[in-house]
């Protein structure tokens, strides 16, 4: 019905574009120079009030008419059973609703079929009332905004003022979005470390992890909290994974952007960048089933002990993942250098290698730094290959043939367990906060890296 709805809207905003057009162009009898704004803005202004009030009124009634049922229904849930825990009462409450929406057959449990029957009564009350409401709301914006057309009516500068504040709008949701996410991290960070008697010494200097492991009454045990394994992991997998990615991928830009031909260029790019979008799933099939079996056999041959999980076949995996965003981006930026400035070294003497190692690169490193960075968040964000292929025990090591875990591993373990979330949300949000920390000096020197290197060329 939303969806059906939600159609219903934008019908009747085309419908009021026709009609305030039309209107418009009858007012001035068809003489346009007579308007102060052409007829095309009467009914932008008259789509946009329609759209705008329509969403609106069906927004707020959707979200907070079921918000008022489900706070309505709960407390006549905690009523009748008292006694119960709040588990008992939501799982009373969705056994209702699916009872009421027919997905489940009627159950024999008197308080499940009262709030069943009582909230289908209502869902259908609140849907007929939102459609109406939302209905004959979009109606009335629409004959509003028709009595507004007259030629010194100024629709154009109101069509491009709203047009704006919804322009405005857009951005804002990223910019609220970014905080209310650093916010989340920034309090649960606080909650964590006050759990632990402010302890941050032991969570970023310790060695051990088992955060979970001896929890009483919710407290967390200080010396289980050592997060220096899982950075460690994560800056050890990284780092194998930039060691593949970064020479393949920047001489195959190289190769594609200043050597290759037309045809090569053709179909070898599309290819590379093919592994883009290949699931990150499948690269874990593939780094488990084939590439942690071959470095095993391959180490065992040579005489070393390797484990069956580790972090090399997950780094190196993890490596031909990101091979196509450095190589995309770095050919971007290297085609992205003036023809003069080679023009210019040839005309010196300088053949096609000196070329590109002393006059293209330094103009494009700006650009390939930051397609480096890109390719580091990438891997250090990775959490399925690293899971079936380097394993999930927190183990400080410096040896690459052992299994080792990552930031990003842990918080995923940590939510989709079976403990209790404000126990385990202190924990993952305090690995996710730190991590956020991490990147954003990254991207900080990066960003001045790049401000000190770049250079303007005509």
């Not at 322009?167 to 759990?195: C, D, K, M, Q």
């Not at 450095?326 to 290698?353: C, E, F, H």
């Not at 040896?399 to 079976?418: A, F, H, K, R, Y």
Request: charge should be neutral; charged fraction near 15%.
């Amino acid at each position: 019905m939303l969806g059906l709805t939600i159609l219903f809207v934008i019908g009747l905003a085309v419908l009021f574009y026709i009609l305030a057009r039309a209107r418009a162009l009858r007012v001035c009898n068809g003489n346009v120079s007579l308007l102060h704004s052409r007829p095309t803005y009467h009914g932008l202004y008259s789509l946009l009030w329609v759209l705008i009030v329509g969403l609106v009124l069906l927004l707020v009634l959707s979200l907070g008419w079921g918000a008022y049922l489900d706070q309505y229904f709960l407390a006549k849930i905690r009523a009748a059973l008292p006694d119960a825990g709040a588990l008992q009462h939501n799982l009373v409450y969705a056994d209702a609703k699916a009872i009421a929406a027919g997905k489940i057959s009627s159950s024999s449990d008197a308080l499940r079929e009262d709030i069943a029957h009582r909230y289908a009564t209502a869902e259908w009350f609140r849907v007929a009332v939102t459609v109406v409401v939302t209905l004959l709301g979009a109606i009335v914006a629409g004959g509003v905004t028709l009595r507004k057309v007259t030629p010194e009516w100024r629709a154009r500068n109101r069509s491009e003022t709203i047009i704006r504040l919804l322009l405005w709008a857009s951005a804002s949701v990223a910019v609220l979005t970014t905080i209310g996410i650093v916010l989340s991290l920034v309090f649960e960070t606080f909650s964590f470390f006050n759990n632990i008697g402010w302890r941050i010494d032991k969570f970023l200097l310790g060695t051990r992890w088992s955060p979970l492991s001896g929890v009483q009454d919710g407290v967390l045990d200080p010396d289980k909290v050592g997060a220096i394994p899982l950075f460690a992991g994560t800056l050890m997998i990284t780092g194998i994974a930039m060691l593949v990615a970064v020479p393949i991928g920047l001489f195959a830009a190289i190769y594609l952007s200043d050597f290759a031909g037309p045809k090569v260029r053709a179909w070898g790019k599309p290819m590379l960048e093919i592994l883009a979008g290949i699931p990150t799933v499948v690269y874990g099939f593939f780094a488990a089933i084939t590439v942690a079996p071959f470095i095993r056999r391959t180490g065992e041959a040579l005489g070393f002990d390797v484990a069956s999980e580790s972090a090399l076949a997950a780094g190196v995996v993890m490596g031909i993942m990101i091979i196509p965003f450095i190589s995309s981006l770095s050919d971007d930026v290297i085609n992205a250098v003036p023809q003069s400035l080679r023009d210019g070294s040839y005309g010196l003497g300088a053949t096609k290698a000196e070329t590109i190692r002393q006059v293209v690169l330094p103009a494009a490193l700006p650009g390939i730094v930051s397609a480096v960075l890109l390719g580091v968040s990438r891997a250090v964000g990775e959490t399925m290959i690293v899971v079936m292929a380097a394993g999930q025990g927190a183990n400080l090591t410096a040896n690459p043939l052992e299994s080792v875990t990552t930031v990003t591993v842990q918080i995923v373990m940590l939510i989709t367990g079976d403990t209790e979330a404000s126990t385990a949300a202190g924990p993952a949000f305090t690995l996710g906060f730190t991590l956020f920390l991490i990147t954003l000096m990254l991207n900080i020197f990066a960003l001045r890296f790049v401000n000190k290197y770049r250079e303007m060329y005509d």
